[in-house]
């Protein structure tokens, strides 16, 4: 078995890791420079962890599949899924991106995971909500793996209603995920430290006469408004955060 994993800020890091821990699988994150088409020929099983965006799959992840399709096809799939609050059918989205894969599903799960999203006053970043999680995350996680051993198959967002619960966000989002494409801004505050360039998943930042310069690919991870340890970085809520998620752990 194998794992690969999409991670903005560590929420989906952790699932998946945990997991293989838990499983025995070799886990690589999709920004890892190694050799996926190898990697993904010598499975028998593969296990994907993302984070769900407007009940869509992350654009790096589908862009992934995209390129690995025909071989990803083939295999059985685990699918986890990481979210806020909900996504309906977040697990299936995945699914879809490659016709007839569905049946070779054997599990899907969606995990709760604490709040990313730091600069945006309805959602505050809170201790008492990361320990809850995470706790609640592990609980799952145990019993996903006892099921997965015992030959218990269980697919979340395969009923008719979190179809429906998933198509009251990814109906709207692709216009919102094409206007967050040039969403990053860096305010006054920025040292040109470089810290965000080095880390965006989608290599849509760059220096230039000591400020940060964007090329147009965002796609709203929150990895730079997370980590700017000027907290000058921001994308599509252009507000200072207050506090930082700095992960689960």
Known sequence: MVAIYFSGTGNSEYISRRFSDLMGAECQSKEE??????????????????????SLVPRIMREFVEKY???????????????????????????????GCEK???YAEHFS???????FFLFPIRDKERIRKK??????????CQNI??????????????????????????GIEEKGRSAFAADQDCTGCGLCVKRCPMQNLELAD???????????????????PRR??????????????????
Request: hydrophobic fraction near 35%; glycine fraction near 8%; charged fraction near 25%.
């Open 149 to 174: 051993r015992r030959g218990i198959s269980k697919k979340r967002g395969w009923h008719f209603f979190s179809t429906v619960l998933g198509k009251t966000q990814n109906v709207t989002f692709p």
């Open 33 to 54: 420079d190694v050799d996926f088409e190898r990697l993904l020929s010598g499975a028998e099983t593969l296990a994907v962890c993302y984070p769900i965006y407007g």
């Open 232 to 249: 000058a970085a921001t994308v599509l809520i252009h507000k200072k955060p207050k506090r930082q998620y700095k992960g689960i752990c």
């Open 104 to 106: 070779n599903v054997v």
């Open 113 to 119: 995971m604490p709040n990313n999203i730091c600069n």
């Open 210 to 228: 000591g400020r940060v310069r964007q090329k147009d690919n965002c796609i709203l991870c929150y990895r730079c408004v997370n980590l700017c």
């Open 69 to 99: 399709k025909n071989i990803i096809g083939e295999k059985k799939l685990i699918i986890f899924c990481t979210q806020m609050m909900f996504s309906g059918d977040g697990a299936r989205a995945f699914a879809r991106l490659i016709p």
């Open 135 to 144: 706790r609640a995350a592990d609980k799952k996680l145990e019993k996903t």
